[in-house]
């Protein structure tokens, strides 16, 4: 698969959260792909740039190292991202300002590139629990894991979540969830997450639960479509938060996480 996005879940990272998707197959006009992701929950901007590449081809993903990448914040201070390796860019100890709009600006031969996220507060989970399902509509038999939190009134909130099963990372797209809140503002939520990774007696799951923007949620929803619903020998990219014309995403988000051990 050679024109790579990678997609938060439910967050993937974002960075996290990652999907390979075939997307623009055109080998001529080759895109700059930018995922990058602030995490609040360890203060550390990720960003990672590369190029499409003809799907036909056997070539590597190229990636960009000569790019200069800052963040910017809402009061207009801003900060570079040090260039780490093959395409990665990485800020570490960024504190982050909840409720606030970030800008990402990337700077590229001359060509600029930018994106803006707000990163919104934390809904913290109550607890995890999970139910033994028998199978039906399309899932197999097994636990279903149930994500439980009070979504605050009065405010709009976008989520997305991921799972951890004894510590491995799990990232496809129909391996978490999104949500808004328009029809459940200030209600609790219990929700059972089907389709989710294979669990068995004794494995240790964590969900993390992501409070995301509009743009990265209209994102996600997009990337999943075009990943499950999609026959086209070409399907359309999702919508990015980029500018000129960069394929990606930049998400600027927090969340809160726990875990449990299955009987």
């Not at 700059?32 to 990672?48: L, W």
């Not at 809904?123 to 636990?143: H, R």
């Not at 494995?203 to 086209?232: F, P, R």
Request: aromatic share 12%; with cysteine; charged share 15%.
């Amino acid at each position: 698969m050679k024109n790579i996005l990678y997609i938060l879940i439910a967050v993937a990272t974002f960075s996290s959260c990652q999907k390979d998707i075939d997307l623009d197959l055109n080998s001529a006009n080759p895109s700059i792909v930018i995922e990058a992701n602030y995490a609040a929950e360890d203060s550390t901007v990720s960003v990672r740039i590369t190029k499409t590449v003809n799907y036909f081809g056997s070539e590597a993903v190229p990636t960009v190292d000569n790019a200069t990448v800052t963040i910017t914040d809402q009061n207009g201070v801003s900060q570079s991202v040090p260039f780490s390796s093959n395409g990665d860019y990485t800020l570490t100890n960024y504190a982050p300002q909840l409720n606030t709009i970030y800008s990402l600006k990337v700077v590229i031969g001359g060509v600029s590139y930018s994106a803006s996220s707000k990163m919104a507060s934390p809904v913290i989970m109550d607890t995890i629990a999970y139910d033994w399902f028998e199978g039906g509509f399309g899932f197999d038999e097994g636990f279903v894991m149930v994500i439980n939190f009070l979504d605050p009134a009065d405010t709009v909130n976008f989520y997305a979540a991921r799972f951890t099963v004894n510590g491995t990372e799990f990232n496809r797209l129909d391996e978490g969830f999104t949500q808004d809140d328009a029809l459940t503002d200030g209600n609790y939520q219990s929700r059972p997450l089907f389709g989710g990774p294979q669990v068995d007696s004794l494995d240790v799951v964590g969900l993390e639960l992501l409070s995301i923007d509009q743009a990265i949620y209209n994102y996600l929803n997009e990337a999943a479509s075009i990943v499950g619903g999609s026959t086209s020998a070409a399907p359309g990219n999702p919508t990015s938060n980029w500018d000129n014309d960069a394929l990606g995403y930049f998400s600027a988000y927090s969340s809160s996480r726990q875990e449990v051990t299955l009987p």
